[in-house]
């Protein structure tokens, strides 16, 4: 008690400093503000799909080492769809060969693969004749064309990859090396190029659509959609929040000294990120809309005690150092704990949400004090008018007071009867990452890819790089025929929509090779026939157009794709495992491998990440209990606090299980990023609740009451500015962040609900059992007052006498 006293005679004393020499703290926040934020200058959007993955991510090292065997996947797939359903008419094909003629002008590009430039291969008496499927279409007859189609659809090189099936649809894929000196810029310069390619090949044949995807259109998606949210969310936010602090305060000067503070501390974060040169993504980009959100509660509990101090009659000075008197301390905790919350991401497999817990701890620790510097100062100096209340007048936050204790025995029933309830729906929950469904259906990418998914190709892919196990063994009859094994038993497995493999190309060559004859189409007899197939092949081949996308430079391995439909992580962890055991178990050892890509890599990195946030939720879970136990100086308390905490995650992700059932990415990181936050309301009514009981010495039902009239209005109004906060995130077109901005109000709402519905009826039913033991000391004590009374009384009568 004398210690806490001391604090409070310090905070005092601290807002008279504060008060005395406003004018000159004003000048340093704002200048400290300014220099701290001028690091904004620095942040850029990070355009790379890798940003997502830690450089030590396992799946990223494979696929790397894959990529510097054979040319980079990374890729702009221009989809054509004619407006009359025919690919093989001159006037489409005609548009088709000068697309990707001018394609070989995108910035980067190394290669352009089309169906027209398919290298085809024919025998002629004992030569081998390569050349394009299809060349100088306008000048080509229907027959012709119809026999380009013919072999097009049957073409395992081609079929569901560059046509579709009823040649309908057909791509064109360009292959992209970037420098990767400046990768910010590098991305952009070649889509924007491709957008305009496409935009102009489309109105100079306004007989067909021209649809965008790829994994560089991916990368440009991810820092588009980021820019996006920036500039319609934000204004939404502030918009909601000035509202919604003006409804609550009631005060202009209020609502203005907020605005400015929750500025600042947005500006001071970002501008700290940037003097550390941290790259922006879309779950990182969110950051200044939460602490704007998050920032607004320490000053709305200090504002609103100092307001209220006012209208009962304090001058502007004595409320102001009241109401720091008392919210000093539960506003420390709620910023400490918050940022805690937020810091426990740092145990996040993926960076950007590493990013977007520092970024936010950061901004929770300057909006603390800015709470205690800026604001006090800036609200001594600020007019501020209020009405003198005349008398005493019981609010509707009273009322329900008074609800919550008469109801107490059926609210706590309910209640956790509730809870048990939508705890029972956490195991329907499936985890569940299909990256292009992390943008909105209206977004130009999704749709585009959607397309492409429904008409010609999959954009999921696993890779494996097939070692023979010697140099120059992919000609070995024995190893192709393994490899030909490998892909029959691929193309025959659920969801897989094509399969690119090497022996493909050998067989279409020993069928040449013997006169076109079919029943040639088969791996060739002998090593020294492969061999002297694949030279005279290679020499055949065009500039940009080798075998170096699919064999190595010592010819003693080959890429193995498998194209995918539209399927879940799940599912994509599982294709590539079945693939990988069916190597372990038919193919010789030096054969085996593990399937790599991008889709492989997001469909790992989510459960790891599930993994780590459970690390990094139980760690902030014990240092936020270490904390509550240290401020309330009682296990007791500190343990019931976990109650309300814990329950709103659990319940939240209960009632996602019951109406969505799948999680993301983004959603893995909302349990231990709402414990931060959702303990804040908990922090302020339980202090309240203990100083009424300890110095106001009120039993349970009184400091319930007191509780509730000294913070239950700006809990309220606090948990509903984060509701709205969040909830303008769920308008998010990235739904990593939309559903983390839905997941995340709902878990904020059962925390109001539990800190207004199930703890006061706790606490009751708790401090009920201390209650006779109390009583009964307080007898004892007043009858020995009235003995010691009586005793002096006798003894004061017998000196009379």
């Not at 093989?88 to 094909?93: H, N």
């Not at 109105?203 to 820019?227: Q, R």
């Not at 414990?675 to 106001?696: M, P, Q, W």
Request: net charge neutral; with cysteine.
């Amino acid at each position: 008690m004398k210690s806490k006293a001391k604090l409070e005679e310090f905070t005092v004393t601290y807002t008279r400093w504060v008060i005395k020499w406003r004018w000159l703290v004003l000048f340093v926040t704002l200048l400290l503000a300014s220099i701290l934020a001028s690091g904004v200058r620095f942040l850029e959007f990070d355009t790379e799909y890798k940003a997502f993955f830690k450089p030590d991510d396992p799946q990223l090292i494979a696929f790397e080492k894959l990529q510097d065997i054979y040319t980079k996947n990374s890729n702009i797939l221009f989809v054509v769809a004619p407006k009359n359903g025919e690919v093989f008419t001159a006037p489409v094909l005609h548009a088709v060969e000068e697309l990707t003629r001018e394609a070989w002008k995108i910035p980067y590009a190394i290669r352009v693969n089309a169906v027209t430039n398919f290298q085809h291969t024919r025998a002629s008496d004992d030569e081998l004749i390569v050349a394009d499927l299809v060349s100088d279409a306008l000048h080509r007859s229907t027959d012709e064309l119809e026999t380009a189609r013919k072999i097009a659809v049957v073409e395992p090189s081609l079929r569901k990859k560059l046509i579709s099936p009823t040649a309908h649809v057909t791509g064109i894929n360009v292959t992209l090396q970037r420098p990767g000196e400046d990768t910010r810029r590098e991305v952009p310069k070649a889509v924007n190029y491709a957008r305009q390619l496409a935009e102009s090949i489309q109105a100079e044949h306004p007989g067909i659509d021209i649809h965008l995807t790829g994994l560089v259109l991916l990368n440009y998606t991810f820092a588009e959609v980021s820019k996006r949210d920036i500039r319609t969310l934000v204004p939404f936010m502030y918009a909601g929040m000035i509202g919604m602090m003006f409804l609550l305060l009631r005060s202009v000067s209020g609502t203005l000294a907020t605005v400015l503070m929750i500025i600042l501390s947005s500006a001071t974060a970002m501008g700290i990120a940037g003097w550390f040169r941290v790259g922006l993504t879309p779950p990182s980009a969110q950051a200044p809309t939460m602490i704007m959100t998050l920032a607004v509660a320490d000053s709305i509990h200090i504002l609103m005690t100092m307001l209220r101090n006012m209208r009962s009659g304090m001058s502007k000075h004595d409320a102001l150092a009241e109401s720091l008197r008392i919210n000093m301390q539960p506003v420390f905790l709620t910023s400490l704990t918050t940022a805690i919350g937020f810091l426990s991401m740092n145990l996040s497999e993926v960076p950007p949400f590493r990013h977007l817990g520092n970024i936010t701890a950061v901004g929770m620790v300057f909006s603390w004090i800015y709470a205690i510097l800026f604001l006090p100062a800036l609200m001594a100096i600020l007019p501020v008018r209020v009405r003198i209340k005349a008398g005493v007048k019981r609010s509707l936050i009273d009322q329900f007071a008074d609800f919550v204790i008469g109801r107490r025995q059926q609210l706590l029933w309910g209640a956790s009867l509730a809870v048990l309830f939508l705890v029972l729906f956490l195991p329907r929950n499936e985890l569940n990452d299909q990256f292009v469904n992390y943008f909105d259906e209206h977004n130009e990418f999704r749709a585009d890819t959607d397309f492409t998914m429904q008409n010609l190709t999959g954009i999921y892919q696993v890779e494996f790089s097939l070692s023979s196990g010697e140099s120059r063994g992919i000609c070995n009859p024995e190893y192709l025929s393994k490899l030909e094994e490998f892909t029959h038993w691929y193309e025959n497995q659920p969801n897989v929509l094509q399969v690119g493999s090497f022996s493909q190309v050998m067989k279409r060559l020993n069928k040449s090779m013997h006169g076109d004859d079919p029943d040639f189409y088969r791996i060739p007899a002998s090593r020294q026939l492969a061999a002297q197939y694949l030279l005279l092949y290679e020499m055949s081949l065009p500039f940009g157009l080798d075998l170096n996308n699919q064999i190595d430079i010592d010819k003693s391995a080959t890429r193995f794709i498998i194209t995918l439909a539209n399927v879940s992580t799940r599912e994509i962890r599982e294709i590539a495992s079945r693939g990988e055991r069916w190597l372990a178990q038919n193919a010789p050892e030096y054969m085996f491998n593990h399937g790599v890509g991008p889709s492989v890599m997001f469909a790992y990195v989510s459960g790891r990440n599930i993994e780590g946030m459970l690390k990094g939720t139980l760690i902030a879970l014990l240092l936020i209990s270490l904390t509550l136990v240290f401020a309330l100086r009682s296990f007791k308390f500190g343990a019931i606090s976990l109650v309300p905490n814990l329950i709103p995650a659990a319940v939240g992700f209960g009632l996602w299980g019951l109406l969505v059932g799948k999680v993301n990415l983004g959603l893995s990181i909302v349990t231990g990023m709402t414990l931060g936050i959702v303990v804040d309301d908990t922090v302020h009514f339980l202090s309240k609740y203990l100083r009424a009981r300890r110095e106001r010495e009120l039993p349970p039902e009184g400091a319930i009451r007191y509780a509730f009239s000294s913070v239950g209005k700006a809990m309220l109004g606090t948990s509903l500015i984060l509701i709205v906060g969040f909830a303008v995130l769920s308008f998010s077109t990235f739904d990593m962040n939309g559903s983390m901005g839905r997941l995340t109000a709902i878990t904020i709402l059962f925390a109001l609900l539990a800190d207004f519905l199930l703890l006061p009826p706790l606490l009751m039913r708790v401090e009920r059992k201390r209650a006779p033991k109390i009583l009964h000391q307080r007898i004892q004590a007043a009858e020995d007052v009235l003995v010691s009374l009586n005793y002096h009384e006798f003894h004061k009568g017998d000196e009379v006498k």
